[in-house]
């Protein structure tokens, strides 16, 4: 371990689901507290009914990359404005195919154990992405770390799921209430297995994760059994942008490598779910763990692994404040220099009401200025986990719970674990607490790339769109 030190625009849009909780929301609720409303829909920044067609499945594809053996896969709204329910299941179809797909469900969360009133932290991620030819689907990682936060012990997993996919959904022409998708990660030669469920009757979700056997590829990995049960609570749903997708990265070779709504090249589509009421049976090295809690949750899809965005360099967080607002926020750092960039208009601070209401601020809004790092013995990458923010709510100090908090992955480290947010000092009070996460790490995995990256996708400036066919409430699956 080692420390060193060195020394606005918003827009407000308010969304509440008038719903008690737990929440339900339809389409039309979330596109306004999403801030993606009457104008994007009617032809702003993207069509509504926008269709990549063109963007053909190459002929050496394996059967089913078009979503078509793969039941439960969302093939018609993830490049369009949001349709919920629907969008809360994965996506595939010819606008998700190859290396340049990425797709995540994870969660960040506090916990008390039933039976001893300890206290606990939990991030689990399923991490899709690609493509794999002797799976006959995309890759499915589990990624999993808890913090024993009285003991200061922390603990770790990276498991790339072997298991053959099989989904089950409700498919077409159902009410929301009859809405649901399973997915379903089948015990592998190792005894690893898992599922990732969702109901919009109640917002009901579950994660479950049985890793018995971790990779031998990675170092520090400790098996674990995780089975979470979860409702949506208000706030319900939101969009941490105004323009309702986020750029990934900032790229090194803008001529190749602009963020473009016509191809998805360099964007996610993102919600979140800033409060799940939860309960979760978890094992873990000596625990045998009944945990409640809550946690945030968010679900990003795009075309997120392209060449040159640089997109896995960058500092994410959020904060359940003691005022009750939720704030969260992405800034990324420079590849050849390795500071954060304060004036690039990717940055972005979100503030989540009480009453659902959500203002956006983009941009030099936000800046954060590391004050010490934590230098891994591991793979060697510094993380600025003390450092402080400048925001639009007041300047706050990151405060970790732990410091040994990284994550080995196939590409580098990942930073995840809990912190205080302390006002106006190191030192200062607490006014919040939450999640951090760094990234540093080159371009991406080395998994998934059986069909490999196209490079006219990325480069391509007018989307070559068709005209798009008459939409459907529903994809038949």
């Known amino acids: 371990m080692s420390n060193r030190k060195d020394t606005n625009q918003s827009a407000e849009v308010t969304g509440d689901s008038g719903a008690d909780s737990p929440v339900g929301m339809d389409r039309r609720v979330f596109m306004k507290s999403a801030g993606v409303g009457a104008?994007?829909?009617?032809?702003?920044?993207?069509?509504?009914?926008?269709?990549?067609?063109?963007?053909?499945?190459?002929?050496?594809?394996?059967?089913?990359?078009?979503?078509?053996?793969?039941?439960?896969?969302?093939?018609?709204?993830?490049?369009?404005?949001?349709?919920?329910?629907?969008?809360?299941?994965?996506?595939?179809?010819?606008?998700?195919?190859?290396?340049?797909?990425?797709?995540?469900?994870?969660?960040?969360?506090?916990?008390?154990d039933k039976n001893t009133g300890a206290p606990y932290s939990v991030f689990f991620c399923w991490a899709s992405y690609g493509w794999n030819n002797s799976l006959e689907r995309p890759v499915w990682n589990a990624l999993f770390s808890m913090v024993d936060l009285e003991g200061k012990r922390f603990f770790?997993?990276?498991?790339?799921?072997?298991?053959?996919?099989?989904?089950?959904?409700?498919?077409?022409?159902?009410?929301?209430?009859?809405?649901?998708?399973?997915?379903?990660?089948?015990?592998?030669?190792?005894?690893?297995?898992?599922?990732?469920?969702?109901?919009?009757?109640?917002?009901?979700?579950?994660?479950?994760?049985?890793?018995?056997?971790?990779?031998?590829?990675?170092?520090?990995?400790?098996?674990?059994?995780?089975?979470?049960?979860?409702?949506?609570?208000?706030?319900?749903?939101?969009?941490?942008?105004?323009?309702?997708?986020?750029?990934?990265?900032?790229?090194?070779?803008?001529?190749?490598?602009?963020?473009?709504?016509?191809?998805?090249?360099?964007?996610?589509?993102?919600?979140?779910?800033?409060?799940?009421?939860?309960?979760?049976?978890?094992?873990?090295?000596?625990?045998?763990?009944?945990?409640?809690?809550?946690?945030?949750?968010?679900h990003q899809w795009g075309r997120i692994r392209i060449p040159g965005m640089e997109q896995a360099r960058y500092f994410w967080g959020w904060a359940r404040m003691e005022n009750g607002d939720i704030l969260n926020w992405r800034t990324y750092r420079d590849v050849e220099t390795g500071d954060f960039m304060p004036d690039d208009s990717a940055n972005r601070f979100n503030v989540v009401r009480p009453d659902g209401s959500v203002q956006y601020?983009?941009?030099?809004?936000?800046?954060?200025?590391?004050?010490?790092?934590?230098?891994?013995?591991?793979?060697?990458?510094?993380?600025?986990?003390?450092?402080?923010?400048?925001?639009?709510?007041?300047?706050?100090?990151?405060?970790?719970?732990?410091?040994?908090?990284?994550?080995?992955?196939?590409?580098?480290?990942?930073?995840?674990?809990?912190?205080?947010?302390?006002s106006d000092s190191p030192d200062g009070p607490v006014a919040g607490h939450g999640f951090i996460e760094f990234m540093s790490a080159p371009f991406d995995s080395p998994l998934g790339k059986d069909i490999p990256y196209d490079p006219e996708i990325t480069a391509r400036r007018d989307g070559h769109v068709p005209e798009a066919p008459d939409f459907r409430a529903y994809t038949a699956w």
């Open 156 to 298: 770790q997993c990276v498991q790339p799921m072997q298991g053959k996919l099989s989904a089950d959904a409700s498919g077409v022409d159902v009410e929301d209430d009859a809405f649901f998708a399973n997915y379903t990660l089948e015990e592998d030669s190792d005894g690893n297995s898992g599922l990732l469920s969702y109901a919009n009757k109640d917002e009901t979700w579950r994660w479950m994760a049985n890793v018995v056997n971790p990779t031998d590829r990675l170092p520090n990995q400790t098996p674990f059994f995780l089975d979470v049960r979860s409702n949506v609570m208000k706030p319900g749903y939101q969009c941490p942008v105004p323009y309702g997708f986020t750029q990934e990265g900032l790229g090194t070779d803008v001529a190749d490598n602009l963020a473009n709504p016509f191809t998805g090249a360099a964007l996610s589509w993102y919600i979140i779910a800033p409060c799940h009421q939860a309960r979760m049976k978890l094992r873990c090295d000596d625990m045998d763990l009944d945990l409640e809690g809550q946690f945030y949750h968010e």
């Open 361 to 422: 601020f983009m941009g030099p809004a936000f800046t954060f200025e590391p004050t010490g790092w934590w230098i891994s013995p591991e793979t060697g990458a510094d993380y600025p986990i003390y450092g402080k923010m400048t925001t639009p709510m007041g300047v706050f100090y990151l405060d970790p719970v732990v410091e040994v908090a990284e994550a080995q992955l196939f590409n580098g480290g990942m930073w995840e674990g809990p912190a205080k947010l302390r």
């Open 39 to 112: 104008a994007i829909a009617a032809g702003g920044l993207l069509p509504s009914r926008l269709l990549a067609e063109s963007l053909s499945v190459p002929s050496d594809a394996p059967v089913g990359i078009d979503g078509s053996t793969l039941p439960g896969y969302e093939g018609e709204t993830g490049h369009a404005i949001y349709h919920l329910p629907r969008d809360h299941v994965m996506h595939g179809g010819t606008w998700y195919r190859g290396a340049e797909y990425q797709e995540t469900h994870y969660f960040t969360g506090f916990f008390t």
